[in-house]
Protein backbone atom coordinates (compact mmCIF):
# COMPACT_ATOMS: atom_id res chain seq x y z
CA UNK A 1 0.00 0.00 0.00
CA UNK A 2 1.24 3.23 -0.64
CA UNK A 3 1.84 6.46 1.39
CA UNK A 4 1.21 9.78 0.16
CA UNK A 5 1.89 12.67 2.39
CA UNK A 6 -1.20 15.50 2.81
CA UNK A 7 0.32 18.93 2.92
CA UNK A 8 2.04 21.96 0.90
CA UNK A 9 4.75 22.33 3.64
CA UNK A 10 8.11 21.87 1.57
CA UNK A 11 10.08 21.09 4.96
CA UNK A 12 8.17 18.21 5.93
CA UNK A 13 7.69 16.74 2.14
CA UNK A 14 11.35 16.61 1.99
CA UNK A 15 11.49 14.46 5.26
CA UNK A 16 8.77 12.59 4.18
CA UNK A 17 10.40 11.61 1.22
CA UNK A 18 14.19 11.13 2.60
CA UNK A 19 12.80 9.07 6.05
CA UNK A 20 9.97 7.45 4.72
CA UNK A 21 9.95 7.16 0.79
CA UNK A 22 6.84 8.51 0.42
CA UNK A 23 4.84 7.69 -2.94
CA UNK A 24 3.39 10.84 -3.45
CA UNK A 25 1.38 14.15 -2.17
CA UNK A 26 -1.89 15.68 -1.98
CA UNK A 27 -2.32 18.88 -1.72
CA UNK A 28 -5.40 21.38 -0.91
CA UNK A 29 -6.20 24.68 -0.98
CA UNK A 30 -5.98 24.31 2.71
CA UNK A 31 -2.61 22.94 2.94
CA UNK A 32 -1.58 25.42 0.77
CA UNK A 33 -2.80 28.83 2.50
CA UNK A 34 -1.14 26.74 5.75
CA UNK A 35 2.37 27.02 3.46
CA UNK A 36 2.08 30.98 3.44
CA UNK A 37 3.35 30.87 0.10
CA UNK A 38 1.48 31.96 -3.01
CA UNK A 39 -0.01 29.08 -4.90
CA UNK A 40 2.49 28.79 -8.11
CA UNK A 41 5.61 29.00 -6.01
CA UNK A 42 4.39 26.05 -3.55
CA UNK A 43 3.69 24.41 -5.99
CA UNK A 44 6.94 24.13 -8.51
CA UNK A 45 8.41 23.85 -4.90
CA UNK A 46 7.14 20.37 -4.41
CA UNK A 47 7.73 19.45 -7.87
CA UNK A 48 11.36 20.82 -7.75
CA UNK A 49 11.37 18.18 -5.00
CA UNK A 50 9.94 15.35 -7.17
CA UNK A 51 11.77 16.06 -10.36
CA UNK A 52 13.29 13.02 -11.78
CA UNK A 53 10.95 10.51 -10.14
CA UNK A 54 7.12 9.39 -10.98
CA UNK A 55 5.67 10.06 -7.87
CA UNK A 56 1.80 12.30 -8.46
CA UNK A 57 1.55 15.06 -6.96
CA UNK A 58 -2.58 16.55 -6.51
CA UNK A 59 -2.37 19.81 -7.34
CA UNK A 60 -6.30 21.37 -6.91
CA UNK A 61 -7.99 23.62 -9.15
CA UNK A 62 -9.69 26.82 -7.97
CA UNK A 63 -12.47 25.88 -6.43
CA UNK A 64 -14.81 28.60 -7.10
CA UNK A 65 -14.64 26.79 -11.17
CA UNK A 66 -18.18 25.42 -11.90
CA UNK A 67 -17.90 25.55 -15.23
CA UNK A 68 -15.82 22.44 -16.79
CA UNK A 69 -14.20 23.53 -19.48
CA UNK A 70 -12.85 26.28 -17.19
CA UNK A 71 -11.45 23.43 -15.20
CA UNK A 72 -10.08 21.60 -18.07
CA UNK A 73 -8.24 25.08 -19.19
CA UNK A 74 -6.62 24.95 -15.32
CA UNK A 75 -5.97 21.68 -15.46
CA UNK A 76 -4.15 21.73 -18.49
CA UNK A 77 -2.36 24.59 -17.51
CA UNK A 78 -1.10 23.25 -14.07
CA UNK A 79 -0.23 19.46 -16.15
CA UNK A 80 2.48 21.40 -18.12
CA UNK A 81 3.94 22.89 -15.19
CA UNK A 82 5.20 19.32 -14.13
CA UNK A 83 5.13 15.84 -15.13
CA UNK A 84 4.46 14.85 -11.98
CA UNK A 85 0.94 17.25 -11.06
CA UNK A 86 -2.04 15.37 -11.27
CA UNK A 87 -5.25 17.61 -11.66
CA UNK A 88 -7.34 17.66 -7.96
CA UNK A 89 -11.08 18.28 -9.07
CA UNK A 90 -14.12 18.19 -6.84
CA UNK A 91 -17.02 15.35 -7.03
CA UNK A 92 -19.40 17.75 -8.95
CA UNK A 93 -21.08 16.97 -12.28
CA UNK A 94 -18.71 19.75 -14.21
CA UNK A 95 -15.55 17.79 -11.95
CA UNK A 96 -16.74 14.21 -13.58
CA UNK A 97 -16.93 16.25 -16.66
CA UNK A 98 -13.57 17.77 -16.48
CA UNK A 99 -12.04 14.71 -15.57
CA UNK A 100 -13.43 12.94 -18.67
CA UNK A 101 -11.82 15.40 -21.03
CA UNK A 102 -8.69 15.17 -19.01
CA UNK A 103 -8.44 11.81 -19.52
CA UNK A 104 -8.82 11.83 -23.06
CA UNK A 105 -5.37 13.94 -23.57
CA UNK A 106 -3.73 11.91 -21.11
CA UNK A 107 -3.91 13.51 -17.96
CA UNK A 108 -4.09 12.46 -14.86
CA UNK A 109 -6.74 13.55 -12.08
CA UNK A 110 -7.60 13.05 -8.71
CA UNK A 111 -11.27 13.43 -7.80
CA UNK A 112 -11.56 15.04 -4.18
CA UNK A 113 -14.46 15.76 -1.84
CA UNK A 114 -16.01 11.91 -2.68
CA UNK A 115 -18.13 11.11 -0.17
CA UNK A 116 -20.62 7.95 -0.99
CA UNK A 117 -19.54 5.26 -3.31
CA UNK A 118 -21.54 6.46 -5.99
CA UNK A 119 -19.64 9.40 -6.67
CA UNK A 120 -16.47 7.62 -6.66
CA UNK A 121 -18.18 4.62 -9.21
CA UNK A 122 -19.13 7.91 -11.40
CA UNK A 123 -15.12 9.26 -11.12
CA UNK A 124 -13.81 5.56 -12.03
CA UNK A 125 -16.49 5.25 -15.23
CA UNK A 126 -15.35 9.06 -16.22
CA UNK A 127 -11.44 8.39 -16.36
CA UNK A 128 -10.03 9.49 -12.90
CA UNK A 129 -6.42 8.29 -12.17
CA UNK A 130 -7.44 8.70 -8.55
CA UNK A 131 -10.59 8.89 -6.50
CA UNK A 132 -10.43 10.31 -2.96
CA UNK A 133 -13.01 8.75 -0.37
CA UNK A 134 -12.92 11.10 2.34
CA UNK A 135 -13.10 9.13 5.88
CA UNK A 136 -11.94 11.70 8.65
CA UNK A 137 -14.95 14.04 7.83
CA UNK A 138 -17.40 11.66 7.40
CA UNK A 139 -16.36 9.97 10.70
CA UNK A 140 -16.27 13.46 12.29
CA UNK A 141 -19.99 13.71 11.13
CA UNK A 142 -21.27 10.52 12.68
CA UNK A 143 -21.00 8.29 9.37
CA UNK A 144 -20.17 4.72 9.15
CA UNK A 145 -16.24 4.80 7.19
CA UNK A 146 -15.30 1.20 7.02
CA UNK A 147 -18.09 -0.12 4.89
CA UNK A 148 -17.99 2.84 2.73
CA UNK A 149 -14.35 1.57 1.80
CA UNK A 150 -14.62 -1.51 1.23
CA UNK A 151 -17.54 -0.71 -0.96
CA UNK A 152 -15.80 1.58 -3.24
CA UNK A 153 -12.96 -1.09 -3.34
CA UNK A 154 -15.51 -3.52 -4.20
CA UNK A 155 -16.85 -1.25 -6.76
CA UNK A 156 -13.12 -0.77 -8.42
CA UNK A 157 -12.29 -4.31 -8.59
CA UNK A 158 -15.69 -5.72 -9.88
CA UNK A 159 -15.24 -4.11 -12.78
CA UNK A 160 -11.56 -3.76 -13.36
CA UNK A 161 -11.49 -0.01 -13.00
CA UNK A 162 -7.73 1.39 -13.12
CA UNK A 163 -8.64 4.00 -10.87
CA UNK A 164 -6.35 4.33 -8.07
CA UNK A 165 -7.90 4.68 -4.52
CA UNK A 166 -6.43 7.36 -2.22
CA UNK A 167 -8.33 6.87 1.23
CA UNK A 168 -8.29 10.53 2.24
CA UNK A 169 -8.48 12.42 5.63
CA UNK A 170 -6.63 9.88 7.83
CA UNK A 171 -6.70 10.33 11.23
CA UNK A 172 -5.18 7.41 12.76
CA UNK A 173 -2.84 4.22 12.42
CA UNK A 174 -6.17 2.10 13.17
CA UNK A 175 -8.02 3.70 9.76
CA UNK A 176 -4.37 3.71 7.73
CA UNK A 177 -4.77 -0.45 8.74
CA UNK A 178 -8.45 -0.24 7.81
CA UNK A 179 -7.96 1.22 4.53
CA UNK A 180 -5.19 -1.29 3.91
CA UNK A 181 -7.00 -4.14 5.33
CA UNK A 182 -10.08 -3.04 2.52
CA UNK A 183 -7.43 -3.51 -0.25
CA UNK A 184 -7.17 0.36 -1.30
CA UNK A 185 -4.24 1.42 -3.10
CA UNK A 186 -3.20 4.96 -1.22
CA UNK A 187 -4.00 6.36 2.45
CA UNK A 188 -2.96 10.29 2.42
CA UNK A 189 -2.69 11.59 5.54
CA UNK A 190 -1.10 14.78 7.53
CA UNK A 191 2.73 14.20 8.90
CA UNK A 192 1.75 13.89 12.50
CA UNK A 193 -0.71 11.17 11.90
CA UNK A 194 2.04 9.24 10.31
CA UNK A 195 4.28 9.84 13.04
CA UNK A 196 1.80 8.75 15.55
CA UNK A 197 0.96 6.17 13.88
CA UNK A 198 4.77 4.69 13.80
CA UNK A 199 5.34 4.85 17.48
CA UNK A 200 4.13 2.58 19.93
CA UNK A 201 4.53 2.95 23.76
CA UNK A 202 5.87 -0.69 24.05
CA UNK A 203 8.32 -0.18 21.39
CA UNK A 204 9.83 3.00 23.95
CA UNK A 205 9.42 1.11 26.92
CA UNK A 206 11.22 -2.25 25.52
CA UNK A 207 14.19 -0.42 24.13
CA UNK A 208 14.38 0.69 27.50
CA UNK A 209 14.49 -2.00 29.31
CA UNK A 210 17.04 -3.50 26.64
CA UNK A 211 19.04 -0.87 26.97
CA UNK A 212 19.47 -1.88 30.79
CA UNK A 213 20.03 -5.54 29.82
CA UNK A 214 22.71 -4.32 27.25
CA UNK A 215 24.41 -2.14 29.71
CA UNK A 216 24.28 -4.47 32.39
CA UNK A 217 26.14 -7.57 30.09
CA UNK A 218 29.56 -7.37 29.27
CA UNK A 219 30.17 -6.88 25.33
CA UNK A 220 33.10 -9.92 25.05
C1 LIG B 1 -7.08 14.76 0.43
O1 LIG B 1 -6.66 14.68 -0.69
C2 LIG B 1 -7.31 16.00 1.13
O2 LIG B 1 -6.29 16.93 0.84
C3 LIG B 1 -7.35 15.86 2.60
O3 LIG B 1 -7.35 14.58 3.06
C4 LIG B 1 -8.38 16.76 3.17
O4 LIG B 1 -8.65 16.55 4.48
P1 LIG B 1 -7.98 17.25 5.72
O5 LIG B 1 -7.18 18.44 5.23
O6 LIG B 1 -9.09 17.61 6.61
O7 LIG B 1 -7.08 16.18 6.30
Redesign the pocket.
Known amino acids: MKF ?1 L ?1 SAMTDQISHALEMWDIDGV ?3 P ?2 VQVSGKPFMTVINEIAEIFAGTDKPI ?1 V ?1 VNPHLDDWKEMVKEGKKLAAISPNFVV ?1 LPASEAGFKAVYELAADDIKS ?1 L ?2 VFSPAQALMAMRMGASFV ?1 P ?1 I ?2 KESNGEEITHFIDEVTMIRNNFGFETEI ?1 V ?4 NARQIVNAAVSGADIV ?3 MP ?1 FQDALDHPYTDVGLGKFQSFWDETPYE
Open positions: FDTTNRHSEKNTLSFGWIAAARTAGV
